[in-house]
Nanobody, 124 residues
């Protein structure tokens, strides 16, 4: 069993940066894809980005491409989401997730483990 704990969220102004962390415990996630999703009030959970177990492949949603970067440190069993040039529309609860597979299109059901989320609020 894997437990994921996100941290690093907060209240920032438009244009600011934040770095979210996702620490895994229970077992190594070095052979898991790690992903970030977000969910704004009244909206469905949406894909933000993902990184393959070796770190060599990364995919981002168009809405965050060029502003967000996902990295991972397998030695620390941790994934990160660096968010730059934040916009009010980035306001959401951000979730970390882990999946043992890497498929063409990320779907929620692929992800075996989920964190509880960390809130990001961007004011204009």
């Amino acid at each position: 069993q894997v437990q994921l704990v996100e941290s690093g969220g907060g209240l920032v102004q438009a244009g600011d940066s934040l770095r979210l962390s996702c620490v895994a415990s229970g077992r190594t996630v070095s052979n898991y894809q790690m992903a970030w999703f977000r969910q704004a009030p009244g909206k469905e959970r949406e894909f933000v980005g993902r990184i393959r177990w070796d770190g060599f492949s990364r995919v981002y949603a168009d809405s965050v491409k060029g502003r967000f970067t996902i990295t991972r440190d397998n030695a620390k069993n941790t994934a990160y989401l660096q968010m730059n040039s934040l916009k009010p529309e980035d306001t959401a609860l951000y979730y970390c997730a882990a999946s043992p597979v890497w498929t063409g299109i990320p779907v929620l059901n692929d992800y075996t483990y989920w964190g509880q989320g960390t809130q990001v609020t961007v004011s204009s």
